[in-house]
């Protein structure tokens, strides 16, 4: 792998395949950055995805040697990333350019969205069961609905930042 200056920011680069790897500071500097961004559309033409019938690869973290876990970058874009939550992310060839398309369109605010709003969701089945609980009639333990406590931390976080 040799490293590659995007902007302010340096990463690594597989000179066969064009993937590359990405620490985790930095990677969350490409997302929150507009210049990182802007460095990554220009110098970084998209490349076609692989087809949908490409063979999955699970990695292993360039850092520490542990299998990475494959996500759906922003659980909406559609960009299946690999990452060791501590130490940084794979991404292959034209990946990067589709996240930073994705963040650019609006995608991560679209996504926190959705997130609020199936908090929201959840909030709401948890009074229904807490409700059906106090209620003499109603029996909580029928309801199906469990609220995990960090849920209702975050619920609780939201709700103060409204």
Known sequence: MREVRLADTTLLECERCHGMWIDAVTFEH??????????????????DRPSASAEVHYRKCVACGKMMN????????????DLCRGHGTY??????HRIVSFIEGGGLDRARQHQIEELRE????????????????GDWRDSGSFIHPEIIALLDQLRRQS
């Not at 490409?30 to 490349?47: F, G």
């Not at 996500?71 to 299946?80: E, P």
């Not at 991404?91 to 990067?96: N, P, Q, S, T, V």
Request: net charge positive; proline share 6%.
């Open 30 to 47: 490409i997302c929150a950055s507009r210049e990182a961004q802007a460095a990554v559309l220009h110098q970084r033409p998209p490349t």
């Open 70 to 81: 494959r996500l759906n970058f922003g659980r909406q874009s559609g960009t299946i990333v």
């Open 91 to 96: 991404l292959d060839a034209g990946e990067l």
């Open 122 to 137: 959840e909030e709401r089945r948890l009074r229904i069961a807490q409700s059906a609980r106090e209620s003499p009639s």
